[in-house]
């Protein structure tokens, strides 16, 4: 036993998984992110991963990432400079090694340090042993050696048996966090066991004895000198589990389809980092969502408004460069005044630009990328969980207003993860009543008229198809109150304005924000979407040291919240953080008529909190 | 008036129809009519979806529902709205270039899933309503305002298209030739599939007199064959010529210089004759192939299988929602 490992508290950690693309950092991030959620902590996580699926072995290129954050209270990010990093070969501590804090952990795979992995990735020498990692507490452990051991008595080829190193590693961090075993190995058996989907026994058993060793190994080697304890964080009682922006997004779909009454329908095409939303929704068939994989985006979008004309609760789902195919159709969407939710987790742009990787660069391509005046509500997503939510109030708007509604995630929170309380179905916000199809029984002596509105919402009178003798013809041409066709300049002049009232007039019914700090102050964070996290751990931990800081987070991007204008009226100076070059900072300046200041960062990778706190000193002067 | 004992005059709407007098448009319009009394659902039960160009102002002159959407996506927003409600009569209609210029990917997406859609193509070999450009089925040296020195696209054979995707139902029609046209729309109607339906039209303005070599009242005949399941395949202004077998082809003969025995006998359930036929064209020495070219009931459409599927795993899996949300790892706080 290694007697002078000391258990120390800590409040957070930040863990960092490098490998080689395919080698299943993926998985091993999200084990641990489970494994810390069931244990109680707080856990936000990062996946990076390179757009090869898989990119040479060994190389920098085809280093694969995981990055989370453990907590005993509420995490907003992934987390800064990782405390721990797991990397493992010479490539993945080359690449990630000068992201860990000064005198951070870095956990490696000594035995795959050889010549030629060196030489591959350009080291002149091993900096397992040159000094060169000198600032880091470097555990180089002989993974393949130590595995190869523990499986000694197994008939399996070499190859075989190092791939269980992961599980390895596990056992490692299970012990260096203090965290329950048992929910590892229960893993493993619900994965590879006799009960699961596709049993492997023989991989169970491997998994599980190199878990062992691992675990051991922290326990009996002196190489550790301290272990880290988190406390359970105070978190809101429910039932929870962890989830991505992605996956809960598909299950807002088919919730809103139930919820409304209507079929759900998802009209799409494979994009990175979307597909994941698909992938899961296409499994909900026991539950009426029809998945159509269609030819391309455009295909995608339209076959949706089509399920939208026929009274289906339509979704379509992209990334960036889809958006832009899905541009016209969106339009069409726009002027049938047919409720569609757009969901579109962003990409780095522009086109095809980066794939697997994050950025918030589609927000005017949201407001403006169509032809014509077309605005359509906004609404940004905040966390992975937040896309339950944010998708879910998509649909409601969409059908209460008849009109599309964007829904931006983005690579982050896409496929990010987080706890996320399940709701039950019964506590979810009965969205019947915002159908209202038009039927002649509830209209008697009425004809019908399809452009014909609701006077608050302005939400047309919508007869669907089948519906007892209200055959009727819409279009995408201009058309005037009875959905006939119309060039009457006064009509075209009407109905702009209306469509744009209509958006306009949801502002009144939306939430108004919550200022994070004091409603009148030096500085105002703005977040909206996936900046949340850094921006709201940003200036609690301003506000903390006495800073005249305050934030606020805009959900609804457009229309922007009733209150929007007096709140930054208070304020001497906005600062707006985005993974872009300033889009919300043009919009804000553009209504409000103020001196916006922007913080951009295009690097596909979410922001630091540090980088907001020390853009925020430099304003203050500090 | 009842539903159940409608005319075609039950589906003409009160709007003004706004063709160019003349146009073949309007030939077909009543086919199409015909096609959707033939059907027998009530005319709140249909819809016809249209994208854009001459043709797709049809939806406006129907008593039907109707969506007049954008440029080439018909087919594609059609199949949407018939997954969706599986009991509508849904058409589209369409032209040359709207379905095989920008709209090639989704018509050809949608007959190789055999979405139950009726689909008329209406070729004039033209664009019409942008003043008259050539289109894929323009023919070579054809004169256009895009083509003042001639085309040098090669046309594209649409139907022969459909046949190399599998299509379930493939029928061509002529404006002049109104009776053949009903009859082609009332079998795509009944057909349990995606009802492939090109029916050639004149463009009075802009492409006057392009199917004048098919139209012509002394020597047309010479150049169309109209084929019908079981009967053997005569044609000419006289039933001079007849199609016989020529290795693995056809060639045009004469009858009295073949054997009786010997004159082909169409069978629109098979593919492989559908294939030949839908690539028979007058300067290739062979007649264009009218009526119902190929025929098969017997592949289910898309949207079939797409409620089978669902009833499957309801049957084998049948979570509640409630239950796909509390899956994977869970834990109570």
Known sequence: MAENAKLTSAEQIVVKFTGDSGDGMQLIGNQLTALAALDGNDVNSLPDYPSEIRAPAGTIAGVSGFQMCLGDHKIYTA?????????????????????????????????????????????????????????????????????????????????????????????????????????????????????????????????????????????????????????????????????????????????????????????????????????????????DLVTMQMEDEIAGICCAVGAACAGNLAFTTTSGPGLALKTEAAGMALILEVPLVIVNVQRGGPCTGLPTKTEQSDLLQSMFGRNGD?????????????????????????????????????????????????????????????????????????TYMSYKRDPETLARDWAIPGTKGCQHRIGTLEKDETGAVSHDPAVHQYMTETRKAKVDNLAQVLPGVEVNGKESNKILVISWGGTYGAVKGAVDRLIEDGKPVS??????????????????????????????????????????LVDVQSLSKVQGDPFREYEVIDKVNEMLGE | ?????????????????????????????????????????????????????????????????????????????????????????????????????????????????????????INNKIYGLTKGQYSPTSEMNQISKTSPYGVIDYPMAPLKVAMGLGATFVARGLDKKMKLSEEICIRGAKHHGFSMMEIYANCVIYNDGCHNQLTDKETGDNNVIIVRDGEKMIFGTDNQFCLVQDGFT??????????????????????????????????????????????????????????????????????????????GHTWTV
Request: charged content about 25%; some cysteine.
């Open chain 1, 79 to 287: 987390g800064d400079a990782p405390d721990v990093l797991v990397g493992f070969n010479p490539a993945a501590v080359k690449h990630s090694a000068k992201f860990v804090k000064a005198g951070g952990m870095i956990i490696t795979n000594s035995d795959s340090f050889t010549e030629k992995a060196l030489e591959k990735v350009g080291y002149e020498s091993n900096p397992l042993e040159d000094g060169s990692l000198k600032g880091y507490d470097v555990k180089a452990i002989p993974m393949f050696t130590l595995v190869r051991e523990a499986l000694a008595d197994m008939e399996m080829p070499n190859a075989a048996k190092d791939r269980c190193k992961n599980f390895f590693t596990m056992g490692v961090l299970c012990w260096l966090f203090n965290k329950e075993k048992q929910l590892v190995l229960d893993f493993i058996e619900e994965k590879f066991g006799a009960s699961s989907k596709k049993p492997k026994l023989q991989i169970a058993e491997a998994n599980t004895k190199a878990f062992k060793a691992g675990l051991n190994y922290g326990e009996t080697t002196v190489m550790f000198q301290e272990r880290y304890d988190l406390g359970a964080a105070q978190i809101e009682k429910g039932l929870y589990r962890n989830i991505t922006g992605n996956d809960a997004a598909a299950l807002a779909i088919a919730a809103a389809g139930e919820k409304a009454g209507l079929q759900p329908f998802i009209g799409s095409y494979p994009i990175t980092p979307a597909t994941d939303l698909l992938h899961y929704a296409s499994e909900f068939k026991d539950v």
């Open chain 1, 374 to 446: 077309s605005y359509m509500p906004i609404i940004a997503a905040n966390s992975p969980a937040d896309c339950f939510d944010a998708t879910f109030q998509a649909a409601k708007i969409a059908l209460q207003y008849r009109t599309p509604v964007i829904v931006l995630t983005d690579g982050y929170i896409g496929q990010g993860s987080c706890p996320w309380k399940v709701p039950t179905m019964a506590e979810l916000e009965d969205l019947t009543p915002y159908v209202n199809f038009w039927k002649p029984e509830d209209h008697p002596g009425e």
């Open chain 1, 551 to 592: 934030g606020i987070n805009l959900r609804w991007v457009w229309p922007f919240p009733p209150n929007l204008g007096e709140i930054i009226s208070k304020f001497d100076k906005i600062l707006v953080p985005e993974l872009n070059m300033g889009q919300l900072s043009l919009m804000l300046r553009a209504k409000f």
């Open chain 2, 250 to 327: 056809v060639k045009a003969a004469k009858v009295a210089d073949v054997a009786e025995a010997d004159i082909l006998v169409h069978d629109e359930k098979n593919a492989d004759m559908g294939t030949i036929l839908t690539g028979m064209r007058p300067d290739g020495g062979l007649p264009l192939a009218l009526g119902i070219i190929y025929a098969d009931d017997t592949k289910k459409p898309y949207d079939d299988m797409v409620f089978e599927q669902i009833d499957a795993v309801k049957a084998k899996r049948g979570r509640t929602m409630d239950q796909i949300m509390q899956e």
């Open chain 2, 1 to 121: 008036m009842a539903d159940t004992q409608l005319t075609k005059k039950d589906f003409a709407s009160p709007n003004e129809v706004k063709w160019c007098p003349g146009c073949g448009d309007f030939a077909i319009m009543n086919a199409v009519r015909s096609g959707m009394v033939a059907a027998g659902k009530p005319r709140d039960e249909v819809a016809i979806v249209s994208g854009i160009g001459c043709s797709s102002r049809f939806p406006y002159y129907m008593e039907t529902y109707g969506f007049h959407t954008i440029h080439g996506r018909a087919a594609a927003i059609a199949s949407g709205l018939k997954v969706a409600n599986t009991d509508l009569d849904v058409w589209v209609i369409s032209g040359d270039g709207d379905s095989t210029a920008i709209g090639g990917n989704h018509f050809i997406h949608a007959i190789r899933r055999n979405v139950n859609l009726n689909y008329v193509m």
